[in-house]
């Protein structure tokens, strides 16, 4: 890790380490994107979202985009989950309106067509835009790097596309889990090699996306989304013993409990539909929670929002929390309205 230890503790870090900081820190999954005009600017000088994810100057751009409008406590790099598999050699295509497109993966056989080895070389820009981001972001600013969880990247390399049920995936694991365990086991393998590659270059804490962890049944969960996380930790901290793990198993329910637990990352994302209550009782007890305002709260805004928002901050800013949102912001979200919540979350005393 780059960053000295002269300096002060930033608040992200704080509440990642389980302290309390002087308020608590805010930051917004998707912080960065087309809700905003100077977004929107850049990236039509990128011309594709991945030329954007692998133009260093461009990503670092929009990456402090909302840092300068908002003033949020974290930097998320800009980048995206499916990188991973475009640099496996799988390639992604983005189109428009239409969401990721791959093509599928649904045998063993083609599994020798992915090259883990490959990944840091291809993704070269990615972490380039993480050591640019690591000395021009303010210095009370933390920087977050993040990769997909395997169940969630799988789900995309064996379905070929973004869908409802995760269907083509769950079909393999059903089908053969032996054989869907080798792809797992490859994206772990890939997954540890990425983040670690943003260690490297200055990423003070990492989140793991399992945005589809929810469509898992109990032993699955375990076996594709429990299992993986805890290996990617393990050896994420046997390098790097004080880096802060956020994890961020969506839809998870009450199996969150366990996960948390088991896992052993610092804190758990809490997605929209997350018991405050049970959540402060049987979750904040174990580390820090973060989360959880619905985005489409931050649509509507007003006093349902403040309401909502307040409600959050009772419930779960006594104890080691981030507020965040249940999931990303959405393009359609007034700027006006993320401003006046960061205001709320700064101004709001325990
Ligand atoms: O949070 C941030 O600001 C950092 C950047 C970030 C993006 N994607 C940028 C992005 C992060 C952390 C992600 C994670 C991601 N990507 C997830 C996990 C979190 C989640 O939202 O559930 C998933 C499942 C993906 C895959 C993905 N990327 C999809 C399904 C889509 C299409 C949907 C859409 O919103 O268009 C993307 C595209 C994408 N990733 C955009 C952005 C800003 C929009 C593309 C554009 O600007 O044209």
């Given at each position: 890790?780059?960053?000295?230890?002269?300096?002060?503790?930033?608040?992200l870090?704080?509440?990642?380490?389980?302290?309390?900081?002087?308020?608590?820190?805010?930051?917004?999954?998707?912080?960065?994107?087309?809700?905003?005009?100077?977004?929107?600017?850049?990236?039509?000088?990128?011309?594709?979202?991945?030329?954007?994810?692998?133009?260093?100057?461009?990503?670092?751009?929009?990456?402090?985009?909302?840092?300068?409008?908002?003033?949020?406590?974290?930097?998320?790099?800009?980048?995206?989950?499916?990188?991973?598999?475009?640099?496996?050699?799988?390639?992604?295509?983005?189109?428009?309106?239409e969401?990721?497109?791959?093509?599928?993966?649904?045998?063993?056989?083609?599994?020798?067509?992915?090259?883990?080895?490959?990944?840091?070389?291809?993704?070269?820009?990615?972490?380039?835009t993480?050591?640019?981001?690591?000395?021009?972001?303010?210095?009370?600013?933390t920087?977050?790097?993040?990769?997909?969880?395997?169940?969630?990247?799988?789900?995309?390399?064996?379905?070929?596309?973004?869908?409802?049920?995760?269907?083509?995936?769950?079909?393999?694991?059903?089908?053969?889990?032996d054989?869907?365990?080798?792809?797992?086991d490859?994206?772990?393998?890939?997954?540890?090699?990425?983040?670690?590659?943003?260690?490297?270059?200055?990423?003070?804490?990492?989140?793991?996306?399992?945005?589809?962890?929810?469509?898992?049944?109990?032993?699955?969960?375990?076996?594709?989304?429990?299992?993986?996380?805890?290996?990617?930790?393990?050896?994420?901290?046997?390098?790097?013993p004080?880096?802060?793990?956020?994890?961020?198993?969506?839809?998870?329910?009450?199996?969150?409990?366990?996960?948390?637990?088991?896992?052993?990352?610092?804190?758990?994302?809490?997605?929209?539909?997350?018991?405050?209550?049970?959540?402060?009782e049987?979750?904040?007890?174990?580390?820090?929670?973060?989360?959880?305002?619905?985005?489409?709260?931050?649509?509507?805004?007003?006093?349902?929002?403040?309401?909502?928002?307040?409600?959050?901050?009772?419930?779960?800013?006594?104890?080691?929390?981030?507020?965040?949102?249940?999931?990303g912001?959405?393009?359609?979200?007034?700027?006006?309205?993320?401003?006046?919540?960061?205001?709320?979350?700064?101004?709001?005393?325990?």
């Amino acid at each position: 890790m780059k960053n000295g230890t002269a300096a002060p503790k930033k608040r992200l870090l704080k509440a990642l380490a389980g302290e309390k900081p002087d308020r608590p820190p805010v930051w917004f999954m998707r912080q960065a994107g087309r809700y905003l005009p100077e977004y929107k600017q850049v990236r039509g000088v990128a011309g594709s979202f991945l030329n954007l994810c692998y133009n260093p100057e461009l990503a670092e751009e929009v990456t402090l985009q909302p840092i300068r409008r908002f003033g949020f406590d974290a930097a998320i790099l800009f980048s995206d989950i499916l990188v991973v598999p475009d640099a496996l050699g799988q390639e992604v295509a983005f189109r428009e309106g239409e969401g990721p497109v791959l093509e599928p993966i649904t045998e063993l056989g083609q599994l020798g067509d992915l090259d883990p080895g490959a990944v840091k070389e291809r993704l070269a820009p990615v972490y380039e835009t993480v050591s640019r981001l690591s000395s021009s972001l303010p210095r009370d600013v933390t920087l977050i790097g993040f990769a997909g969880a395997p169940w969630t990247v799988a789900t995309y390399m064996v379905g070929g596309r973004g869908s409802p049920d995760q269907g083509a995936a769950k079909a393999w694991a059903y089908r053969a889990p032996d054989e869907f365990q080798q792809l797992i086991d490859l994206l772990v393998e890939a997954t540890v090699v990425h983040l670690s590659a943003q260690v490297e270059q200055g990423a003070e804490a990492i989140q793991i996306f399992d945005t589809w962890a929810g469509s898992l049944p109990d032993l699955s969960f375990r076996r594709f989304a429990l299992e993986p996380m805890k290996a990617i930790t393990a050896k994420l901290k046997a390098r790097y013993p004080d880096l802060p793990v956020i994890a961020f198993p969506r839809g998870a329910g009450p199996m969150a409990e366990t996960y948390f637990r088991e896992t052993g990352v610092d804190a758990l994302s809490l997605d929209t539909g997350m018991q405050l209550h049970w959540a402060r009782e049987r979750l904040q007890s174990l580390g820090c929670v973060q989360g959880n305002l619905d985005p489409l709260l931050l649509v509507a805004g007003g006093e349902e929002m403040r309401r909502q928002a307040t409600y959050i901050l009772e419930e779960l800013g006594d104890g080691p929390f981030v507020f965040n949102l249940g999931h990303g912001i959405v393009p359609q979200t007034p700027p006006d309205h993320v401003a006046e919540l960061v205001e709320l979350v700064k101004n709001w005393k325990a």
